[in-house]
């Protein structure tokens, strides 16, 4: 607006009394718009139009500061201010550090500067959906159709969709429903961990059979702060019922053999299960059943060729 747009005539009393107590100097009138009047204000010294009424029933905010504290609050949340949403005065358009854009209410924008809680990209999250359902044979489509906030719905490399939760997508432990068999037939493992402790004088072994071992460990064992956990060996089996199998003779021999090497469930108040753990002392053993797991399994997908009885062969050779 031009200083010829600008009637700087002395305004009323009352108005100049009024823009003084909400913390502005009165400017002048918009001429084309008599119902408007300019005001300085008095923090950032910026110009301001508003309506006459709302000079005389309400407290103008200045825009000028409200976009500062708008910017000064973004970038306390590692964010920078885009602009207001021009459809919600509670919402505005951000630019987070990753170069997505994101739109935010303003009150969670001051709590994550303050602290309270951190903030999360949509684009970036989809793109790490979309990275994991790749890594196992799936593409992520969008929202789930049962509509869900915590399901997905991904397609299969054979076609099939289906929504999927979060949780299954993280931990692996999921299945297409069209082309997969059940636990029995699907192919397995027999696994062997070792847990340490910070005290470093504690290492205990587990063994057990799980489709997905590496998934068993991080997800599923429930283990506390101060064990540290790695995968020592995995045996991979045909199917879970052979997995199942082998796992129950190698706990029987286990506890026939060396029983004092069983740790008791009084003792396992750091992991979410109640048996099946070892002391370090039976590595060498439980080591030695699973070289002849993977040669007893090696032995059946090579079968040697039957014994031909000699004279039987001459004979079929006349």
């Known amino acids: 607006m031009s200083a010829d747009d600008i009637d700087r005539s002395k305004p009323p009393a009352s108005w100049e009394h009024l823009a003084i107590k909400s913390g502005y100097t009165f400017y002048g009138r918009d001429k084309s718009k008599r119902a408007t009047v300019l005001l300085r204000c008095h923090t950032c010294s910026e110009l301001m139009s508003v309506h006459t009424h709302v000079l005389r029933t ?3 905010e200045c825009t000028s500061c409200w976009l500062n504290a ?7 949340a590692g964010l920078t201010l885009i602009g207001p949403d021009l459809t919600d005065s509670h919402r505005a358009h951000y630019l987070g550090v990753c170069g997505h854009t994101l739109n935010r209410q303003r009150g969670f924008i001051q709590r994550v500067g ?13 793109e790490r959906y979309a990275e994991m359902a790749e890594n196992q044979g799936w593409s992520l489509l969008g929202k789930a159709i049962n509509g869900k906030p915590n399901y997905r719905l991904f397609r299969h490399t054979c076609g099939f969709e289906q ?15 069209a082309c ?3 636990w029995a037939s699907d192919p397995s493992a027999v696994y062997l961990f070792q847990f340490d402790f910070l005290d470093e004088r504690t290492r205990l072994l587990k063994v057990g059979m799980s489709r997905n071992p590496a998934s068993r460990l ?31 003779r190698l706990h029987g021999i286990l506890r026939a053999v060396c029983p004092e090497f069983v740790v008791p469930n009084y003792e396992l108040n750091w992991i ?7 002391r370090i002392e039976a590595l060498p053993l439980i080591s030695e059943l699973l070289s002849d797991l993977e ?5 059946e997908q090579n079968p040697l060729p039957p014994k031909t009885n000699c004279a039987s062969s001459r004979g079929l050779m006349q």
């Open 58 to 60: 309400a407290r103008a």
């Open 70 to 76: 708008l910017s000064s609050e973004a970038e306390s």
């Open 114 to 126: 303050r602290g309270e809680v951190s903030l999360r990209c949509t684009d970036c999250l989809r």
């Open 163 to 177: 929504d999927v939760a979060i949780c299954n997508l993280q931990s692996g432990r999921f299945t297409c429903n």
């Open 180 to 182: 997969a068999g059940n």
């Open 218 to 248: 991080r997800h599923q064992l429930g283990l506390k702060d101060e064990v540290r956990a790695q995968i020592l060996r995995v045996v991979t089996v045909a199917s879970g019922k052979k997995a199942l199998k082998a796992e129950k």
């Open 272 to 278: 979410s299960v109640v048996s099946e753990i070892y």
């Open 295 to 299: 040669e007893t399994l090696r032995s």
